[in-house]
């Protein structure tokens, strides 16, 4: 069982810049990776992007690989994703998700641990 919490939510303006952090807890797989989706209202949940939990390899919605980036602390089994460069189609809410095993995937079916999702809004 894994429990995740997302946080760095809020209003920030067309331009500006957000973190998000996922912290887990409760973690015993040997290998994983943690993922962030979004879903804007109305909706399908996408892919935003993801990181081996040891780090070094990463994959990116085109969408946003230019304007984000995403990290993971080890110490504390953080993940976290600086947007940059904000767009009004960003506003959505964000969540985290954890996957055992050893490759990178963007669908939403491939993550069984999910957080409760923190809310993004970017203004125009």
């Known amino acids: 069982q894994v429990q995740l919490e997302e946080s760095g939510g809020g209003l920030v303006q067309a331009g500006g810049s957000l973190r998000l952090s996922c912290a887990a807890s409760r973690r015993t797989f040997s290998t994983y990776s943690m993922a962030w989706f979004r879903q804007a209202p109305g909706k399908e949940r996408e892919f935003v992007a993801c990181?081996?939990?040891?780090?070094?390899?990463?994959l990116y919605a085109d969408s946003v690989k230019t304007r984000f980036t995403i990290s993971r602390s080890m110490a504390n089994d953080t993940a976290y994703l600086q947007m940059d460069r904000l767009k009004p189609d960003d506003t959505a809410v964000y969540y985290c998700a954890v996957r055992e095993g050893w490759w990178l995937k963007d669908a939403p079916g491939e993550y069984p641990w999910w957080g409760q999702g923190t809310q993004v809004t970017v203004s125009s």
């Open positions: 990181i081996w939990h040891k780090g070094g390899r990463t």
